[in-house]
């Protein structure tokens, strides 16, 4: 009954709250990861159904691995687009728009991918093994704070080609992300991805600048995996292979300390230390498989969802089973192609709107990552470190890489991959390394997907 349940204190078994409740809760927390879950394959050519579904197994398995206990929803991860767009660039259409998949590049970086789920499992076995300060003393912020900003500014050319092809659609989204974001209460704070869409398609609609015939040719019922990108069938010795391995790994070690950020910060919300029980290694654990399953079917590197954690905050329902019913939800989603079909006739005008503030975003939350840890720049170590990364990075990828040949294979190292190689080894090899974590509280390091700064 409504009279006994005391939501102030938070509530973390939902069940006192009736089916009902449960149900429209579950739904609630499908909505938080919706918007950025589905906008990471229409940037990258990846399909909207498969992505669904790795993001809702992701998850049951994510809870699986923790004991069920972590309330995190486990959605599409943004970090992850630099090295998309480095190994699998979206093709230019008639228009010059990106739009077109690049269906040859895809698999090889889905492979990459699945391999950098398990960079996760590493380092989840190295924590168990060392401890937690140990390991986390080899990728402070000063290395994965500017790792995280470079990755925002080498997307943001293919933000502003999206954005020509509809300059008021894109005007749109862009403003409606901001003022919900600045302005929103509740929900609408929450859900500025999603809400920012919806009225820039509202106003594609009313343009004409919306193409419904997909729609109509589509089936209800579909199995929502495509062989065309699944990472299974790209793990080989070729030299496109390897490279996408060297441009993608390293980006684990960023979206590791995501990790750590989002467990600390779920942790701070539901007045529960996820960081000890069930531990550090047991989610980044999960984190890791659901990436490698992910990344095998033919989807997105997963990462836990800032969104849904403001869900939490908001509402003070803490139970897991929650996440679990959103999780379910996307599944059953992921096999309606006529559902894909809507979504992919989203104009890439609203995609470049978007992703204008979304790239923007996540540099922004690099530097924000090296704030809240208080990295001092005034230590020249650290100033050191930081800039050739970001020359590392930006600089190498403007080259296309270094490319080099080991037993007769060509291989092409990214600007990603030297920045992060770079960093990890100066942060290594300089005296002066303070850095200390904490795991009482976890990292300060914020999700890419939550746009809430």
Known sequence: MDHKVDYSAGVYDARQLGTGRVLVLGIQHMFAMFGATVLVPLLTGLSVSTTLLCAGLGTLLFHLITKGKVPAFLGSSFAYLGGFSIVAPML???????????????????AAVAFSGLV?????????????????????????GPII???GLILAPSAISNCSSNWLLALVALGTVIVCNIWGKGMVKILPILIGVLVSYAVALVTGAVNFEAIASAEWLGIPLHKEAMGL??????PEFISALFTILPIALATMMEHVGDIAAISATTGHNYINDPGLNRTL????????????????????????????????IYDPMVIRIAAVLAVLLSFSPKFEAVINTIPSGIVGGISFVLYGMISAIGVRNVVENRVDFTNSRNLIIAAVILVSALGFNSVGGITFTISGVDINLSGLAIAAFVGILLN?????????????NGSAAPSSANLQV
């Open 92 to 110: 230019a259409d008639a228009e010059g728009s990106q739009t077109i998949p690049n269906t040859e590049m895809l698999p090889y970086a889905c």
């Open 120 to 144: 996760y499992l590493v380092v989840s076995g190295l924590i168990t093994i060392f401890g937690i300060r140990r390991i986390m003393k080899f990728f402070p912020p000063v290395v994965t």
């Open 149 to 151: 900003i470079a990755i």
């Open 233 to 238: 069938f790209a793990i080989d010795g070729s």
């Open 285 to 316: 654990l999960g984190d890791g498989l659901a990436t490698t399953m992910a990344g095998l079917l033919g989807g997105p590197a997963n990462t836990t969802y800032g969104e849904n954690t403001g869900v939490l905050a908001l509402s003070k």
């Open 428 to 440: 290594a090899v300089l005296p002066g390394n303070d850095y200390e974590f904490d795991a009482a």
